[in-house]
């Protein structure tokens, strides 16, 4: 990311995901601030990637090009109106908070250059999914800046409209609770076939895995994949009946639909 100076404000799991990834980009440490109240937190942070750390949020973003707003969605219009008297037009903002507009953002802080992001939790591993808002305010260059900052802990993609997070939220900010949920229903069903748990857990988990990266690095689609290890007749051909005709598909619709659902009425109400 050439010299950008890079602060984050909050020093969570997410925010120290991001770090990590910066640092394995090749990012010098010297880039790279960290602001929080939890000194304990900044000690860790300090002692992993040698990055300079504050207590004081408006010393933290001085002269930084980027400023990453990592805190909880609960208390950012707090944080962000304690800054509002030293962040300059110049920077960009990039808020990873669930739920809060770009619009309250530019009303707390007094500027307009924003980037919002949903991340999910396996960015903790590098291996995150991102959908990503920019202002009309936001130049190409900051465009640049802040995918490479989210590519740093896995995919990241643009949305034209801000409205789309509430999707984004819906298929992968939320989504990877419903593999995990697909795990342990395929354990208990293991259980019940007669595995021990051990060993359920352990096959649910590798199939998991090994589906997954079959079909993000395959060039067929998921459609595709499903239909290639169906025999007519067979065993997957059998579970994948059953499944359809408890009216899987759907339920999987209406399940997203009460998720992006529930993301707009969170941002309506944090943004009050």
């Known amino acids: 990311m050439g010299k950008t100076q890079i602060t984050f404000i909050g020093a969570g799991n997410m925010a120290s995901s991001l770090i ?3 640092c394995q980009q090749g990012v010098a440490p010297a880039q790279i601030r960290a602001s929080d109240p939890g000194v304990a937190q900044l000690e860790i942070l300090s002692n992993a990637y040698a990055i300079q ?3 004081d949020n408006s010393l933290a973003v001085r002269d930084a090009d980027v400023i ?3 805190v909880k969605p609960q208390i950012m219009r707090q944080v962000c109106e304690q800054l509002a008297a030293v962040v300059t037009s110049k920077q960009l903002i990039i808020s990873i908070a669930a739920g809060i507009t770009c619009s309250s953002l530019s009303e707390w802080l007094g500027v307009n250059s924003i980037v919002r992001c949903m ?3 396996p960015s903790l591993i590098q291996q995150g999914a991102s959908g990503l808002y920019a202002t009309e305010q936001v130049s190409p260059s900051q465009r640049q800046q802040a995918e490479q900052l989210l590519s740093a802990v896995g995919l990241a993609l643009w949305l034209e409209q801000e409205s789309m997070i509430d999707a984004v939220t819906a298929v992968s900010g939320s989504g990877p ?5 697909l795990i342990e229903a395929m354990t208990h069903a293991g259980v019940q076939l007669g595995l021990s748990a051990e060993i359920a857990t352990q096959l649910a988990k590798q199939t998991a895995k090994g589906a997954a990266l079959m079909a993000a690095q395959s060039s ?3 459609t ?3 239909q290639q290890v169906t025999s007519p007749n067979g065993t997957t051909a059998a579970a994948i009946s059953t499944f359809q005709q408890g009216g899987f598909n759907e339920l999987v619709e209406r399940a997203l639909r009460s998720a992006a659902t529930r993301s ?3 941002a309506q109400q944090l943004s009050e």
């Open 20 to 22: 990590g990834g910066l």
């Open 224 to 226: 595709q994949l499903r």
């Open 53 to 55: 750390t504050f207590t």
């Open 68 to 70: 990453v707003l990592a």
């Open 264 to 266: 707009e009425e969170l």
């Open 177 to 181: 609770a419903y593999f995990f949920l």
């Open 119 to 121: 991340p999910n939790t």
């Open 220 to 222: 067929l689609d998921a």
